[in-house]
């Protein structure tokens, strides 16, 4: 769980925050997996920290999920349409249990990037995947 929590803050996934208050804050929890060699022995236990997306609700808090099968133009649109424009959903959650940090209990996490178990997380990380191929794209023709 403490590597899980070092990746986040590597990543620079979240920011420590006061709990805002006209926003919704989304419940975290843990799932557990335990990774086996090809023999069937015990590699590793795995922990990753996942958002309750389940309680999310569709044009409150988030506007829309999808699956990558537009026409890669379109989401070229979408992606500079959504960066002038700054469209970005502001994302709250708790901090994970057994990890509230001292003195600062009421305050949450505010994201800065997706975290698993969100809505929001396939359509982040299809965007993010097309950014990067047409960046290199357009660097293969320069």
Request: proline share 3%.
């Amino acid at each position: 769980m403490k590597e899980e929590l070092f990746m986040i803050e590597r990543n620079e996934t979240w920011e420590l925050v006061d709990r805002p208050q006209n926003r919704k804050v989304i419940g975290v929890k843990w799932v557990y997996k335990t990774k086996l060699n090809a023999d069937g022995s015990i590699n590793k236990y795995k922990a990753r920290l996942v958002v309750k997306g389940y309680v999310q609700i569709l044009g409150v808090d988030y506007l829309d999920t999808f699956a990558p099968v537009a026409r890669l133009d379109t989401i070229r649109l979408l992606l500079v349409v959504a960066a002038q424009k700054n469209w970005k959903e502001e994302i709250y959650v708790e901090q994970p249990e057994g990890y509230v940090n001292e003195g600062e209990e009421d305050k949450v996490y505010l994201l800065k990037k997706a975290l698993y178990g969100l809505k929001q997380a396939p359509r982040a990380c299809t965007m993010e995947l097309t950014f990067l191929s047409s960046h290199y794209m357009w660097m293969t023709y320069l």
